[in-house]
């Protein structure tokens, strides 16, 4: 299995703020990655796949980059409704999931 | 809209069996590939399994496999996970997913908790 490693494990950062939160494989993944964002007592929801490719219906502050084993999901100008659980997803194999980031408002 | 709501959850005694099913809505259901992903309490996520758009090829990952089994009626737009010899380290919240191309998890249900427990 490919392993994702997800740091930080949390997170507290200002409104307003930019804030990134990043993901290495333990093998090269070709950018098959996607990121999901889980709010409190919510289903997990798409943010972002092939590391870089924005869903529907997903503001334009939320950018994903990176290449090879290394990847990063980039937020600008974090709002109140930002506050979650980011997770990370290879799918090069068989899917696996980063450990998760729970970022909270300072 | 697309739509995924699970159903079948529940409190499970071990080695015991339990189904769960998923109606999908606001999609062609037959024309996209279908997964089941577990999050333990407090924890990350899991991919469980993932079946064809035409319930040719199934999925499953190792501590699963041979215990679970997932299937479509494709005429119902329905997803199942029927999971079988269940043990405690399988309580969880199930969430049913739509699987692109067995790749990225595009949608998701609002998941059906299942605790395995004497």
């Known amino acids: 299995d490919i392993q994702m490693t997800q740091s930080p494990a949390s997170l507290s950062a200002s409104l307003g703020e930019t804030v990134t939160i990043e993901c290495r494989a333990s093998?090269?993944?070709?950018?098959?990655l996607a990121w999901y964002q889980q709010k409190p007592g919510k289903s997990p929801q798409l943010l972002i796949y092939?590391?870089?490719s924005l869903h529907t219906g997903v503001p334009s502050r939320f950018s994903g980059s990176g290449s090879g084993t290394q990847y990063s999901l980039k937020i600008n100008s974090l709002q109140s409704e930002d506050v979650a659980s980011y997770f990370c997803?290879?799918?090069?194999?068989?899917?696996?999931f980063g450990g998760g980031t729970k970022l909270e408002l300072k | 809209e697309v739509q995924l709501v699970e159903s079948g959850g529940g409190l499970v005694q071990p080695g015991r069996s339990m189904k769960l099913s998923c109606a999908a809505s606001?999609?062609?259901?037959?024309?996209?590939?279908m997964a089941w992903v577990c999050q333990a309490p407090k924890k990350g996520l899991e991919w469980v399994a993932t079946i064809s758009y035409d319930g040719s090829s199934t999925y499953y990952r190792d501590s699963v496999k041979g215990r679970f089994t997932i299937s479509r009626d494709n005429a119902k737009s329905t997803l199942y996970l029927q999971m079988d010899s269940l043990r405690s380290e399988d309580t969880a919240t199930y969430y049913c997913?739509?699987?692109?191309?067995?790749?990225?998890?595009?949608?998701w249900g609002q998941g059906v908790m299942v605790t395995v427990s004497s």
């Open positions: 093998e090269d993944i070709y950018n098959g």
């Open positions: 092939n590391a870089n």
């Open positions: 997803q290879q799918y090069y194999d068989y899917p696996t």
């Open positions: 606001g999609f062609t259901f037959n024309n996209y590939d």
């Open positions: 997913a739509r699987h692109m191309g067995i790749t990225y998890f595009d949608y």
